[in-house]
């Protein structure tokens, strides 16, 4: 199993970002899938979740202003960020999610995306 996120970059606060990740293996249409983030000293963090059937969970820094969504057929996993702020500044990651704790499970783990939002 392989993931590769891109998409990343340098924004002012109030602009968007459209995060991708491509998943090689037949892991990703059966299971859900998560994006998480990073910043440096601290523990990786859940955003947004996706069951395999498309069913969304927001945590609360994401509800209204992040959409994830995903294509089984292209095995694609997207992110779209509005209203960006500059403490969503970390490194986003995307991984296959258990579906009842909401955390990364498997150990797959892309090389991640960098976003930074300037204030």
């Known amino acids: 199993a392989q993931l590769m996120e891109f998409g990343g970059g340098l924004v002012q606060a109030g602009g968007s970002l459209r995060l991708s990740c491509a998943a090689s293996?037949?892991?990703?249409?059966?299971?859900?899938m998560g994006w998480f983030r990073q910043v440096p000293g601290k523990e990786r963090e859940l955003v947004a979740a996706?069951?395999?059937?498309?069913?969304?969970h927001y945590t609360d820094s994401a509800k209204g202003r992040f959409t994830i969504s995903r294509d089984n057929a292209r095995q694609m996993l997207w992110l779209q960020m509005d209203s960006l702020k500059p403490e969503d500044t970390a490194m986003y990651y995307c991984?296959?999610?258990?579906?009842?704790?909401?955390?990364?499970?498997?150990?797959?783990w892309g090389q991640g995306t960098q976003v930074t939002v300037s204030s």
């Open positions: 293996g037949s892991f990703f249409s059966v299971n859900a």
């Open positions: 991984a296959i999610t258990d579906t009842l704790t909401l955390h990364p499970m498997g150990g797959y």
């Open positions: 996706i069951s395999s059937g498309g069913a969304s």
